[in-house]
């Protein structure tokens, strides 16, 4: 059974940073891509960073380029997402997710597993 468990959320100040990890079991992690996503109240979830299956090329979105920093260690089977600056808008629940030798995975559709997803809240 594969599983997902994120870590490391919580409540923080506004410039103030925080370490999402991710850990994966039942499933070969270097064959899946991973990305982070977000929710916040009353917002439809959105992408913030993956990485791919392969060669580990990182991506993000506009709103959290040179802030946030997705890595990923296949020996451990743990995603990493370094978040640092945080404004009040990156407020949400953070998903960790996996999708078979996904390359570039913005859209939500292309993983095939989801952890239960961690808090953060930076406060003003």
């Known amino acids: 059974q594969v599983q997902l468990v994120e870590s490391g959320g919580g409540l923080v100040q506004t410039g103030g940073f925080l370490r999402l990890s991710c850990t994966a079991s039942g499933l070969t992690f270097s064959n899946y891509g991973m990305g982070w996503f977000r929710q916040a109240p009353g917002k439809e979830r959105e992408f913030v960073a993956g990485i791919n299956w392969y060669d580990d090329n990182t991506y993000y979105s506009d709103s959290v380029k040179g802030r946030f920093t997705i890595s990923r260690d296949n020996a451990k089977n743990v995603v990493n997402l370094q978040m640092n600056s945080l404004k009040p808008e990156d407020t949400a629940v953070y998903y960790c997710?996996?999708?078979?030798?996904?390359?570039?995975?913005?859209?939500?559709?292309?993983?095939?597993?989801w952890g239960q997803g961690t808090q953060v809240t930076v406060s003003s």
């Open positions: 997710a996996a999708g078979y030798r996904v390359r570039v995975g913005i859209d939500s559709n292309s993983y095939n597993y």
